[in-house]
């Protein structure tokens, strides 16, 4: 049984970047036991490591990787770690409202893990395609302020684990994978948006967050458990720049340090199961992608339309666009409600090299 595999189950010894690394070539190499990789991660999303053992991975996997030339300044990447209430794709319909507004934006993701469709999936059903290069991802951000990386930016490591462990399929044992996912992706951007689902998670991802220092990042959680920001609660944003964090504050009790208030105000906003409700994804026969640009349209409840307009406005305000919470929103407001939203959207869509797919519903 290989060392890492053995301080993991017995938890009576931190997990160093060495010992890492010496894992990895192993599993490159196929020298692992069988069942090994198995037990690895069953492990992890069991139970979430230590911060060091945690860190020490993540270098481990850093190390490894081909330099990246490319650095997106100025633009902001939004992601979450998945789990939680199932929600429409929220994430991806913020990223394009953000975009619309002005700010320069990479959509990280995946296919579906616990949701009925990912923000993957949902690009394709859209037709629109992931990049393969970071080329790519400049050339797109630079003609439409939007890009959507592929699996090109996440360590090989965690495609060998997959392979290793068929026939078992990774979202059977890979619930770790996708809670740590955003700090997997080398996205070389000014600021990053992630949403955690488990709030239990938040002492562990900060401090995975406060030794990254080449770009701001912002860990949001509500006691929704739903991996962005949500209009209708109180929403926690840790930072990792030195500052106190913010509150974002559903009511508007009055001002306070780092609070933003009233996000929440107007008719229609749900609270608890209500929220979660409207937030839910396509169902009863109602297609995705037609769902998807309705929100987009201006046809989502007032509760849809004011959530993907305020993790829109977190992003202009993480990425320094915009100052301000309350002009952020307005502007975010202004690019779903004039239609600049989902003209980016079918701007893109139009593009030549767009992958066909059949329509699919919503079960």
Not at 96 to 114: M, P
Request: aromatic residues 4%.
């Amino acid at each position: 049984m290989h060392e890492v595999l053995r301080a993991l189950i017995d938890r009576d010894r931190t997990v160093d970047q060495e010992m890492w690394g010496s894992f990895w070539d192993q599993l490159r190499d196929g020298a692992l036991r069988s069942g090994e990789t198995v037990a690895l991660l069953s492990s992890l999303s069991t139970r979430m490591p230590d911060r060091d053992t945690l860190v020490g991975m993540l270098r481990s996997l850093d190390e490894r990787r081909p330099a990246v030339a490319a650095r997106l300044d100025g633009t902001a990447n939004i992601v979450g770690t998945g789990g939680g209430p199932a929600t429409f794709n929220i994430s991806t319909a913020a990223a394009f409202v953000a975009a619309a507004l002005g700010v320069r934006v990479v959509k990280t993701g995946s296919r579906a893990y616990t949701s009925t469709c990912g923000s993957h999936d949902l690009l394709d059903r859209l037709g629109i395609g992931t990049t393969t290069s970071y080329e790519q991802t400049e050339a797109l951000l630079e003609r439409f302020g939007i890009a959507f990386p592929g699996n090109f930016v996440y360590p090989r490591e965690v495609a060998l684990l997959a392979r290793s462990i068929v026939p078992m399929d990774l979202r059977m044992i890979g619930g770790f994978i996708n809670s740590v996912g955003p700090f997997l992706a080398a996205v070389p951007v000014s600021a990053q948006l992630v949403g955690v689902s488990d709030r239990s998670l938040l002492p562990t991802l900060g401090h995975v967050a406060a030794t990254v220092a080449d770009r701001r990042i912002w860990l949001c959680s509500n006691e929704l458990g739903i991996d962005e920001l949500v209009s209708s609660v109180d929403n926690v944003v840790l930072t990792n720049d030195g500052t106190d964090g913010i509150r974002l504050r559903a009511e508007a009790p009055g001002p306070g340090t780092g609070t933003v208030t009233g996000i929440g105000t107007g008719t229609g906003s749900g609270t608890g199961t209500g929220a979660i409700a409207e937030l839910r994804p396509a169902g009863g026969g109602e297609d995705v992608v037609d769902h998807f640009l309705g929100v987009l349209s201006g046809a989502g409840t007032g509760l849809v339309t004011r959530t993907v307009c305020l993790n829109a406005a977190a992003l202009a305000v993480a990425s320094g666009l915009i100052d301000g919470w309350p002009e952020a929103i307005r502007a975010a407001d202004d690019a779903l409600r004039s239609g600049a939203a989902r003209d980016l959207v079918d701007r893109l869509r139009a593009q030549p090299a767009r992958r066909v797919v059949a329509t699919v519903r919503a079960r």
